[in-house]
């Protein structure tokens, strides 16, 4: 069964999300891009707080939107969340000349890297395939542009399909994400990646609005197939 990542941005969302049901909690700060960082002491503060109540709850923290091939700063910002007790560290991997580069520093870190490969202009399956040979915890696919549409709008079901296998043949786990809907839902299923990242479609408004608990558990039954799909019509592009 895919699971469901939350996005939040504060310890309030973070509580709320895990008792309606999240399976990962992902912090991030939506306001400051796509994969934006929080400040590290509110990391630390979320992950002690969270832990109190949710011993076994996986949490990860995204590192920050970073410029492509500047591997000084992945690491010394991977560093930074690494060392606040998160499970997980996110760092965006545009596609380019210097990703495979980036990735094979990024998995040379101390910590559990994810990769989150930008799938705005297309997925790169060779990334994918360096990605899983070195090891990785997991890798994700997401979008940077959140405005122009969702992942299944940039990237093919069939690359999909094929960066979900590739995962699953070298035992890593694998998640999709990058303006997700509710009604994208059924298409997420159909792939079954390990988990699917959310954000705004857990929103009343805009990515950068508050969470609603109510979505959380909505979104999580409609993932485990116990609820049909409803789309909220309302709901803007992650």
């Known amino acids: 069964m895919t699971r469901l990542l939350t996005s939040v941005r504060d310890l309030a969302e973070a509580r709320e999300a895990a008792a309606a049901g999240a399976d990962f909690i992902d912090l991030k700060e939506p306001r400051a891009g796509a994969l934006?960082?929080?400040?590290?002491?509110?990391?630390?503060?979320?992950?002690?707080?969270?832990?109190?109540?949710w011993p076994d709850l996986p949490v990860s923290a995204t590192i920050g939107d970073l410029p492509a091939g500047d591997?000084?700063?992945?690491?010394?910002?991977?560093?930074?969340?690494?060392?606040?007790?998160?499970?997980?560290?996110?760092?965006?991997?545009?596609p380019g000349p210097t990703a495979h580069e980036t990735?094979?520093?990024?998995?040379?870190?101390?910590?559990?890297?994810?990769?989150?490969?930008?799938?705005?202009?297309?997925?790169?399956?060779?990334l994918v395939e360096?990605?899983?040979?070195?090891?990785?915890?997991?890798?994700?696919?997401?979008?940077?542009?959140?405005?122009?549409?969702?992942?299944?709008?940039?990237?093919p079901l069939a690359v999909l399909d094929s960066m979900v296998q590739t995962a699953?043949?070298?035992?890593?786990?694998?998640?999709?994400?990058?303006?997700?809907?509710?009604?994208?839902?059924?298409?997420?299923?159909?792939?079954?990646?390990?988990?699917?990242?959310?954000r705004s479609a857990l929103c009343s408004g805009a990515r950068t609005g508050r969470l609603e608990a109510a979505r959380v558990r909505e979104l999580r039954a409609a993932l485990s197939g116990a609820a049909q799909v409803v789309p909220h019509e309302a709901v803007k592009a992650a």
């Open 71 to 94: 591997h000084a700063a992945i690491v010394h910002h991977a560093d930074r969340i690494g060392r606040c007790g998160v499970d997980y560290v996110k760092a965006g991997v545009a």
């Open 130 to 155: 360096h990605a899983c040979e070195l090891g990785f915890a997991a890798v994700m696919a997401d979008t940077a542009r959140k405005d122009t549409g969702s992942l299944f709008h940039c990237v």
């Open 168 to 198: 699953r043949a070298h035992e890593i786990m694998v998640g999709l994400a990058g303006a997700l809907r509710i009604e994208h839902v059924p298409r997420v299923r159909a792939l079954q990646p390990d988990f699917a990242g959310f």
């Open 103 to 126: 990735l094979t520093r990024m998995r040379a870190l101390p910590w559990a890297m994810v990769p989150v490969l930008l799938c705005d202009d297309g997925l790169d399956l060779r």
């Open 36 to 53: 934006g960082a929080l400040a590290p002491a509110r990391v630390s503060s979320i992950v002690r707080m969270l832990r109190d109540t």
